[in-house]
């Protein structure tokens, strides 16, 4: 008689919680689409974006109506960048050396309650050709060249976890390097630029599976040579337009999707062997 009662009273219970599930779903789903309502604007936040790609990358979201959370070292000095703050409607300029783990945290803590729906490594240092010569190596310039291509953007990826969960595109991309690729290595150069961008790979492989579950896109993208200052030297027929670059990224980037989620992508929107 008393299993029978403990019986019972387990299934009304199972009864009224499969009610107050349904009654509260639609609450929850009513919220989900009032969040993420057909007039949403999604946000950037790009590393890197006085000059070169990330400028650019803050001039085509900007563009796209976006709203823009520009970061470069210096933004006193940063006139391009400022121009851009004046002329577009959410546009914000904000501090940021990558490598200031203290200064990560500060923006990340500042914009806690705001979903980023891209966050955008881009920020990137070659350590020059002349200090990565075989015998003649400059090892703390390694060290700082891992520093900011590599370590940097897990740092932040990890500071601005909660705001891309809690957007509606949720993207976590790297500009990369076609530099970063074993496969695509045939002459000994540029020893710590290309195993930087080889381990960032690394770095965001493993983060791609390691918030798939949590519907966040992790991908790397791969610019072209770029008339930018990082090619300063090369005759300019080699490169390609700094536009054009961030235009191919934008759509691969849009591309993206959990499925794909972990893709390093060539400018053409081809896939870059490892
Ligand atoms: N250009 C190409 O052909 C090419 C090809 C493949 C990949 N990429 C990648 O594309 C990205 C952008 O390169 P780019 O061509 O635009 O180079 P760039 O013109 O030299 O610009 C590099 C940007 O990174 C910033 N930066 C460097 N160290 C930083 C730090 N510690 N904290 C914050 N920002 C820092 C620079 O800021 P400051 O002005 O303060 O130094 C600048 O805004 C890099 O990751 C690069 O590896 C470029």
Redesign the pocket.
Known sequence: MKSKLKASVSYLCSVAMLVAGLVSMPTVMAADAAEFADDYVPTVLI?????????EFAQQYAERGWTVIA????PAQADALNALASKYDNFIVEQ????DFNRVDALAAKYAEMPIDLLLH?????GGSDKQIFTKMEYDVFAKVLE??TI?PLKISEAFYSHVKASRDKKIVT?????GSINGASQPRLYF?RSS?AALNMVMVNLALQLKRKGISVGMV?????D????AGLPKKM?RPTADAVTDMIRNIDALTIETTGSFYQYDGTIIPW
């Open positions: 590393t890197g974006s006085n000059r070169g790609i990330g400028l970061t470069a070292r210096k940021l050396d990558v490598t881009n920020a990137g240092i070659s900011v291509n940097a500009v990369s390097s076609s530099e630029y961008k791969n610019p072209g040579m770029t930018t200052d990082f090619m490169l």
